[in-house]
T-cell receptor, first 115, second 112 residues
Framework: ETGVTQTPRHLVMGMTNKKSLKCEQH?????MYWYKQSAKKPLELMFV???????ENNSVPSRFSPECPNSSHLFLHLHTLQPEDSALYLC??????????????FGPGTRLTVL | AQTVTQSQPEMSVQEAETVTLSCTYD???????LFWYKQPPSRQMILVIR??????QNATENRFSVNFQKAAKSFSLKISDSQLGDTAMYFC?????????FGTGTSLTVIP
């Protein structure tokens, strides 16, 4: 696959489980993002990484833990989630974080269901 | 804080017709970027068109064009000659200093 890939595409987990979402970008970009997409709500920016450093954490509960081991990979570790965390989780990347008109390239998302 | 408003949750258009999706935003910034993204059913979100706030000329990409009214903080998307493949969720987005803000989206259905 080209562009931004995400695995798994679908995930069902119980509230006591621990799971991880993976994102990989094949574009040589320096910035990566996690978004939460819920029905009838704006995309919620969760985390932003630039050159593997976290630069944004938009008041996300600690049950979500991001990890960026290198500029091509981004993880979202999940533990003790709540049913309201069920959503589509999108990963995106852009060439630079702060530069003119950076287009974000999105992955296909992970559809998460918390039982 | 920046906000992006899309007041049309759902729209439909006849194939080959023209449709306009509305977007307004609120910001005190002078330099920023605006985007329209398209998310087809069960497919990845992709960029449709981009507008730099410092440019007065409206951006155009083939059948897609925008009407950017900076003073009114309005950024509508016009789709001409609508095709069945245009059926998707359309999100308006605002970007400034690396932060992106998205609207709630407009679900567009192109009717054969």
């Amino acid at each position: 696959e080209t562009g931004v890939t995400q695995t798994p595409r679908h995930l069902v987990m119980g509230m006591t489980n621990k799971k991880s979402l993976k994102c990989e970008q094949h574009l040589g970009h320096n910035a990566m993002y996690w978004y939460k997409q819920s029905a009838k709500k704006p995309l919620e920016l969760m985390f932003v990484y630039s050159l593997e450093e976290r630069v944004e954490n938009n008041s996300v509960p600690s049950r979500f833990s991001p990890e960026c081991p290198n500029s091509s990979h981004l993880f979202l570790h999940l533990h003790t989630l709540q049913p309201e965390d069920s959503a589509l989780y999108l990963c995106a990347s852009s060439q630079f974080l702060v530069a003119g008109g950076n287009e974000q390239f999105f992955g296909p998302g992970t559809r998460l269901t918390v039982l | 804080a920046q906000t992006v408003t899309q007041s049309q949750p759902e729209m439909s258009v006849q194939e080959a017709e023209t449709v306009t999706l509305s977007c307004t935003y609120d910001t005190s910034e002078n330099n920023y970027y605006l985007f329209w993204y398209k998310q087809p059913p069960s497919r990845q979100m992709i960029l449709v068109i981009r507008q730099e706030a410092y440019k007065q000329q409206n951006a155009t990409e083939n059948r897609f064009s925008v009407n950017f009214q900076k003073a009114a903080k309005s950024f509508s998307l016009k789709i001409s000659d609508s095709q069945l493949g245009d059926t998707a969720m359309y999100f308006c987005a605002f970007m400034n200093s690396g932060q992106f803000y998205f609207g709630t989206g407009t679900s567009l259905t192109v009717i054969p």
